[in-house]
Each structure stands twice: as C-alpha cells, then as structure tokens.
C-alpha cells in the first residue's frame, strides 16, 4: 500500500507565501510524475503544477511566476511554493503520484486527502 500526505496549508493575507508539502509512504519502489492539484468551492478539479522524475515542470498559467514546483526523490516527497497569493488561489489542494508499488511493480496514481489554502485579508 502506498499513500500520500499533504501538510503546510493555512490561512494568509493577500501578497504572503506557504510552502505545501507532499510526503509519500509506503512500499515504493518509484515515484513517476508528481502534481499538485486544486479544487476551489463550485469549481472543478484543476492542475496547478507537475513535476516529472527528471525534473522537468509545467505549470498553469494562473500560477506562472508565482508558484514554484520541486522534489526531492531521496525523500520521497514534492513540494509547492506559492508566493504572491491571491484570493483567487483559495482552494483545498491536493497531492497526485503515480507510484510504483515494491515487488509486483503495479502503478497507481495516488492521491492524498488535500490540504486547505485560505487567501484573504
């Protein structure tokens, strides 16, 4: 079994930063693609940034600029650094990888439970 687990989400003003975290566990053999998704209320299940095994990024471009996606593959876990908040950016986000599981080497694309941003004055 393999899961994933948000953290760093809370409530800021206008213009300040967080950190999100995204820490994965389990019998893990590899971790593929990593991407921090975003749901706001009434609002559907949108990509907010990626992360592929080597590196390479992409991002949404309400976001560009702004956020910043990396991992580290040591630790198993991807991070998201958004800066320059705005309103618009309140959302429960929520973790996505696609892990290979140890031993029969099956994929499954994971999600975690999500965390919530809050971005108000």
């Known amino acids: 079994q393999v899961q994933l687990v948000e953290s760093g989400g809370g409530v800021v003003q206008p213009g300040e930063s967080l950190r999100l975290s995204c820490a994965a566990s389990?019998?893990?053999?590899?971790?593929?693609?990593m991407s921090w998704y975003r749901q706001a209320p009434g609002k559907e299940r949108e990509l907010v940034a990626g992360?592929?095994?080597?590196?390479?990024?992409n991002y949404a471009d309400s976001v560009k600029g702004r956020f910043t996606i990396s991992r580290d593959n040591a630790k198993n876990t991807a991070y998201l650094q958004m800066n320059s908040l705005k309103p618009e950016d309140t959302a429960v986000y929520y973790c996505?990888?696609?892990?290979?599981?140890?031993?029969?080497?099956?994929?499954?694309?994971?999600w975690g439970r999500g965390t919530q941003v809050t971005v108000s004055s």
């Open positions: 996505n990888a696609v892990i290979m599981r140890l031993g029969d080497l099956r994929t499954f694309n994971t």
């Open positions: 389990g019998s893990i053999f590899s971790i593929n693609a």
């Open positions: 992360i592929a095994s080597g590196g390479v990024t």
